[in-house]
Nanobody, 115 residues
């Protein structure tokens, strides 16, 4: 059973930084592709980043990394903007990219960026 648990969300001022973590169990990084999605209030869930790809809106500000020993993926978010506000989800699947539905989701962690 694949489980994904996110942590690290919170409230931050515009221009600030946050680091999200996704602890994975039941599989390893080599078993599935992994990445991050987010959902803003009133909007559809959207792709944010994977180890090899970034949404245009976050490129240059966000970065994905992983620790194989801890089976944990990270999303470092810098220069945060109010439009980055939303629930951030860790995801795993055969393909992690825009237009593809992941096989597994975490429970989500709230990120709120104040102006």
């Amino acid at each position: 059973q694949v489980q994904l648990v996110e942590s690290g969300g919170g409230l931050v001022q515009a221009g600030g930084s946050l680091r999200l973590s996704c602890a994975a169990s039941g599989h390893t990084f080599s078993s599935y592709a992994m990445g991050w999605f987010r959902q803003a209030p009133g909007k559809e869930r959207e792709f944010v980043a994977s180890f090899s790809r970034y949404a245009e809106s976050v490129r240059g500000r966000f970065s994905v990394s992983g620790d194989n020993a801890k089976n944990t993926m990270y999303l470092q978010m810098n220069s945060l903007k109010p439009e980055d506000t939303g629930v951030y989800y860790c995801a795993a699947g055969v393909v992690i990219a825009p237009g593809y539905a992941p096989d597994y989701w975490g429970q989500g962690t709230q990120v709120t960026v104040s102006s």
